[in-house]
């Protein structure tokens, strides 16, 4: 990735990039009050009077959202506080049934953690790059206002009042679009291994704010804008590059960048100003007087620790270690529902000849290839990692060939049997028997004379042209080996 | 046949139980003196069914030969900052005016689980920010006491001021309080009636309506000593809805009761010698002085030194979080909303606001909002949380040569209704002994100690250690039967 620059008239500008990801914590219940978190959910079913805000009414924390955002800060090998507190975030907006949302400004659950970022996607072992993440910290997220279900009125949705979120802040440390991309991209597949965040853009659960500047390369920081709740990677690259585009104009005609908050609009790609710190709310914050200081115990904090999964990066390390290529260890661990039926494969391998790379080779191509045309992902595969390993078993083994096990994996994604079934009800089990395959050779040679005369003129190409007539009259089921052995000795005559 | 209305919790306890009257005899008695003494203006709602209802249930049960529950048969008055399922709640504010919960609030329901019987919901100072009454929306409290030969109208105190008239007038054996900066302990001194307030955490605050959540704490309020450790030990209790409710077990308070103060020691904190107490006052705190000692105590001076920035730091803190804790009212989910002829959001909670809020509660949410705003918040909030750091600390430091404090409840007698309220900072100066305590989260009683020139209540304060109710109850127990009050309001209403 070579350095991004925009070129202006005055020369080249340089592009500081900081987001601030709030992700929903997986949980049955939201931060503060016992209500269910479903999405979907028919409006304001999903309601306790806590996020109702009705008199009276109290948070307290959830342990497990709580103990979510301790493991992603681990996850990141952030510094986890074991002491911090709530603060009142205070604003009037009709989503917002209390007149203030639960934060934490002053003390953050998570501190300083690092994400690495591939620069090179295609290419997991070339440069990387460590992006500082500032801090973690856990909050309510707000309703919704539905303003196209009356024509004069606003409707209110409080489904989503009080669901955790976790605001995941990183320093201003992204060059480009693309270094972007990779962060979102990298952050996202660390809180689904985690289990913390299903990371759905599409459904909300994970959304960014985008700061942007721009400067000369090597002058101090610009002034930012922040972009609001940008919802899909493609659309922060968009709103980046627009932004940075639009910066750079306004510089170079002699303006000056206000720092403002903006909005990212999806049909034009373009971003406009939604209001200017001037109109910033002054949000008065204060602990929340309703909440001790949330303290951490140690064995907490183990437990959050040993809870932990293989995370992406040593997932990958070990697969490299086990002879796959870099390639196929950086795809086989982007997801961790891939990575999961991955690791399932090598267990069910345990015991048998085959090799973990074949499998790997055998998983991106073949496995890949059916689901992409099956249009499935991997947790749908008709196809379990111990059927899989199985196949490749009788593969490594000599029992079916290339191309048998070609056919026998269709079978397996027609009718989900395993191989070694399919393999003995339609006696598709590869022979290595000399006596039959001479026979067949034999025939072969003499149904094609003309050849033979070729090739014993000199013509050796045509080798394949024989292998191939044998394998046809066999159905594939000939070990290929043997076949080779016997058609030299065969043509030599 | 005795005035039933004349007994106390205890006599009534200990009646209903032996079989000397009904239950319903009790609640129909107490049912007709509430409903005698509408000129008070202390119920904003009566419930004489439920206390009916509460009656019946004990005599049941004492029919069938069961153990009768701790406040079987007797009947209370309840603040109305209770929430109480089914029965208008409305902190005596036109904001909440209508307002029905769905939920019962978990003192009230301690006390209903208890046996205890609903007279009726008791008129308070507006969100309980006040010290006379006069702040409540529906129109003030009359105190049933007068000074001689004059029928000026006087204060009963506040906020918790229905239930100190329900109590002194008797109307109720019993009533609920709540006390932020003294609204159970000046009322009390103001109408010749005992109140505690507990340390924070003993009473869960759900669903009792938050003024200001770090300070609030409910308490009973009754005609002696043992009939509030009675009260108080059925409304304590942990409750996991309340994250600062303390985790520990209900001691038995009544069964401890002891005015044997023999090795224990009574400090007297010298910065409560404000400049301009009135002789009456003085005298008062020296008679209970020499109680104490009477009692066997040993007399110690203490020094608190940050006494004199306790109010201030109060009239901060509570203020401040008051204005957060008040945000919930905008007129979108519950309660008023006024919304005027083509008004959009922000006009309609300028609009609902102005018209449900009275006076009292605009000053302190305007005064919360200042002093959290961006420049001011370090000045006056963090400041004010320093000062109550070190009041605590002075506490602590007192409580190493003393076991309770005594001083002054308030630094007059009741005052005539109007007397002060042109005058805001006068009527704070109400809170001047009550506030240091509520700052530490320390359990305080008034207890009365003699009447004044007038002829009209003072009261003396004991202050504990924290979960020391029990040697608050026991050195108040002491002064209320050396100081042989008996003195009763003459019925004029």
């Not at chain 1, 055998?362 to 496995?367: H, N, T």
Request: with cysteine; hydrophobic share 40%; proline share 5%.
């Amino acid at each position: 990735m070579s350095e991004y620059r925009i070129q202006g008239a005055s020369g080249e500008w340089e592009v500081v990039i900081g987001l601030e990801v709030h992700a929903q914590v997986t949980s049955n219940a939201k931060l503060f009050s016992g209500a269910a978190t479903a999405f979907g959910a028919e409006p304001n079913t999903q309601v306790s009077l806590v996020d109702a805000a009705m008199p009276g009414m109290l948070p307290v924390p959830n342990m497990e959202c709580i103990r979510q955002a301790v493991r992603t800060g681990m996850a990141i090998d952030a510094q986890i506080n074991k002491w911090s507190r709530f603060d009142r975030k205070n604003y009037f907006y009709a989503d917002l049934p209390q007149g203030y949302q639960i934060s934490q400004l002053y003390h953050p659950l998570v501190g300083e953690g690092t994400i690495e970022i591939s620069l090179d996607e295609k290419n997991p072992d070339g440069p990387t790059k460590s992006i500082g993440v500032e801090r973690i910290h856990v909050e309510q997220d707000a309703g919704k206002l539905m303003h196209d279900q009356h024509p004069t009125r606003s409707y209110v949705d409080l489904n989503r009042s009080g669901v955790a979120l976790m605001e995941i802040v990183s320093r201003p440390d992204m060059r480009s679009p693309a270094e972007a991309g990779a962060y979102l991209r990298k952050l996202r597949a660390i809180l689904r291994y985690v289990g913390s965040c299903d990371g759905n853009m599409e459904e909300g659960s994970m959304r960014a704010d985008v700061n942007v500047s721009v400067r000369k390369p090597g002058d101090e920081f610009g002034t930012r804008t922040e972009t609001k709740n940008v919802n899909s990677v493609r659309f922060v690259m968009a709103a980046i590059e627009y932004e940075a585009k639009r910066q750079v104009a306004v510089l170079e005609d002699g303006g000056k960048i206000v720092q403002e908050t903006r909005l990212f609009n999806v049909e034009s790609g373009t971003t406009r100003s939604m209001r200017s710190k001037e109109d910033a709310h002054d949000y008065r914050y204060f602990p929340d007087p309703d909440l001790l200081p949330l303290e951490l115990t140690d064995a907490f904090v183990e437990e959050c620790r040993a809870s932990l999964p293989e995370l992406p990066d040593a997932k990958r390390r070990r697969y490299e270690a086990l002879g796959l290529t870099a390639y196929n260890a950086g795809v086989l661990t982007a997801e961790v529902e891939t990575a999961r039926w991955f690791d399932g494969l090598l267990d069910a391998l345990e015991g048998t000849s085959a090799k973990p790379a074949q499998a790997a080779n055998w998983v991106a191509a073949e496995l890949f290839g059916a689901l992409n045309r099956l249009g499935k992902d991997i947790t749908e595969s008709p196809v379990s990692p111990a059927q899989a390993a199985e196949l490749l078993a009788l593969v490594a083994d000599g029992t079916l060939s290339g191309s048998l096990s070609k056919q026998v994996f269709e079978i397996m994604l027609e009718t989900g049997d395993g191989p070694s079934k399919i393999v003995e009800e339609r006696g598709l089990k590869q022979t290595s028997d000399t006596g039959a395959i001479e026979a067949v050779i034999a025939e072969v040679l003499e149904k094609n004379p003309n050849q033979l005369g070729q090739y014993r003129a000199g013509k050796e190409a045509l080798f394949g042209f024989f292998v191939g007539q044998t394998m046809k009259a066999m159905g594939g089921k000939a070990n290929p080996a043997v076949v080779n052995d016997l058609l030299k000795k065969a043509l030599a005559g | 046949m005795t005035d039933l209305t004349t007994l106390g919790i205890t006599a009534i306890r200990d009646g209903v139980r032996d079989g000397q009257f009904k239950a319903r005899e009790v609640a129909e008695a107490f049912n007709a003196k509430v409903a005698g003494a509408r000129a008070l203006n202390a119920f904003l709602v009566e419930t004489p069914d439920h206390a009916l209802a509460a009656a019946d249930a004990a005599d049941a049960a004492r029919a069938a030969g069961e153990t009768l529950k701790p406040l079987a048969g007797v009947p209370i008055g309840m603040k109305d900052l209770f929430a109480t399922k089914g029965v208008a709640t409305t902190a005596a504010s036109k904001i909440l005016e209508g307002f029905v919960p769905p939920y019962e609030s978990t003192v009230s329901q301690n006390l209903w689980n208890a046996g205890a019987g609903m007279l009726g919901k008791l008129n308070l100072d507006q969100f309980a920010m006040g010290s006379s009454n006069e702040t409540s929306a529906f129109g003030n409290v009359i105190s049933p006491w007068r000074r001689p030969n004059d029928t000026a109208p006087l204060a009963p105190g506040g906020s918790s001021g229905g239930s100190s008239t329900a109590v002194s007038a008797g109307l109720a054996p019993g009533a609920t309080g709540t006390d932020t900066g003294g609204s159970i302990r000046q009322p009390a001194a103001f109408t010749g009636i005992s109140g505690i307030k507990p340390t924070y955490g003993r009473c869960s605050r759900w669903g009792t309506i938050a003024f200001a959540s770090s300070l609030d704490q409910a308490g009973p309020m009754a005609r002696d000593v043992r009939d509030c450790a009675i009260m108080l030990e059925a409304m304590a209790g942990f409750d996991a809805k309340d994250a600062t409710s303390l985790k520990l077990d209900v001691p038995n308070w009544e069964a401890a009761l002891s005015a044997d103060l023999k090795g224990k020691k009574v400090g007297v904190p010298k910065e409560y010698r404000v400049d301009g107490m009135p002789a009456e006052i003085e005298a008062l705190w020296q008679q209970g002085i020499d109680w104490m000692r009477d009692a066997g105590a040993e007399i110690v001076e203490v020094s608190l030194p940050h006494t004199k920035y306790a109010l201030p730091a109060y009239y901060i803190i509570a203020p401040a979080e008051a204005s957060s804790n008040l945000a919930r009212y905008d007129g979108v989910r519950y309660g008023l909303r006024d919304l005027p002829e083509g008004a959009g959001l922000q006009d309609m909670y300028a609009a609902t606001r102005a018209a449900g809020f009275g006076d009292e509660v605009k000053r302190r949410i305007l005064i919360g909002t200042y002093v959290l705003s961006a420049g001011f918040y370090d000045a006056y909030y963090t400041q004010a949380q320093k000062v109550r750091t070190l009041i605590a600390r002075d506490f602590e430091r007192a409580f190493g040569e003393c076991d309770v404090l005594l001083t002054p409840t308030a630094p007059s007698a009741a005052f005539a209704l109007g007397e002060k309220q042109a005058d805001p900072l006068a009527m704070y100066l109400n809170d001047v002994f009550t506030v240091p305590a509520s700052l530490a989260g320390l359990p305080a009683m008034s207890v009365p100690g003699g009447l004044d020139k007038d002829g009209l209540p003072l009261g003396l304060q004991i202050i504990g250690k924290a979960l020391d109710e029990q040697g608050v109850l026991n050195a108040s127990l002491a002064i209320e039967q050396r100081a042989g009050f008996t003195a009763r309001p003459q019925a004029w209403w």
